[in-house]
């Protein structure tokens, strides 16, 4: 029988896509009311892999992560993307524009063997955690590098986002070296 630990903290991330610079504003506002101070920020990459939010969200749309100081379990996920559905509704009513959809939000995690994302769509590669919440391992860290599923969303094989994402795997392990340290 193996033993049973308690998970290791992990790096909360979360995808704010928005063809408005006020709603990215926006969304950091909320995130930073509820998981504390933001860590590290990208710079608002394009959205150009996929026409399928245009409908809904317009064109030009912008993404960008967030990651915050405090690290989570990873089981709060589920209750992380519940309230990020909120926020998109409530965004929504507040931005009072054109599209139905002006926000679009994706958190999700990042060990330093995989980057995690929350869904509510089931598919033979997601694991169902809570709540109507699903997870799936968009990308492994092995060898040095990023390496994409067969799944990966194509803007999560960009380089430019990879990169950010290395950048956000070694302040973690910097984070688990101060922990260690210190006890």
């Known amino acids: ?22 709603g990215l504003a926006w969304a950091e ?20 892999e996929t026409e399928y939010y245009q409908a809904t969200m317009g064109v030009g749309l912008q993404k960008q992560f967030l990651t915050f100081q405090t690290l989570i379990d990873p089981g709060e996920l589920p209750q992380i993307k519940h309230t990020t559905n909120e926020w998109e509704l409530r965004g929504a009513a507040q931005m009072r524009v054109a599209e139905p959809r002006p926000l679009n939000l994706d958190p999700g995690y990042l060990t330093l063997a995989k980057l995690v994302l929350a869904t509510t769509k089931d598919h033979a590669h997601r694991i169902y955690l809570a709540e109507g ?24 094989q960009r380089a430019d986002y990879q990169a950010f994402f290395t950048k956000c795997r070694q302040t973690l392990q910097a984070q688990r070296r101060e922990a260690t340290s210190q006890d």
Request: overall charge negative.
């Open 1 to 22: 029988m193996g033993q049973i630990y308690e998970p290791t903290p992990v790096l909360l991330l979360i995808g704010v896509t928005s063809r408005y610079s006020d």
């Open 29 to 48: 506002e909320q995130a930073v009311a509820t998981f504390g101070a933001v860590h590290l920020k990208s710079e608002p990459f394009d959205f150009i």
């Open 133 to 156: 919440i699903y997870a799936e391992v968009t990308l492994n860290y092995r060898g040095g590098h990023w390496q994409e599923c067969a799944w990966t969303y194509p803007d999560y």
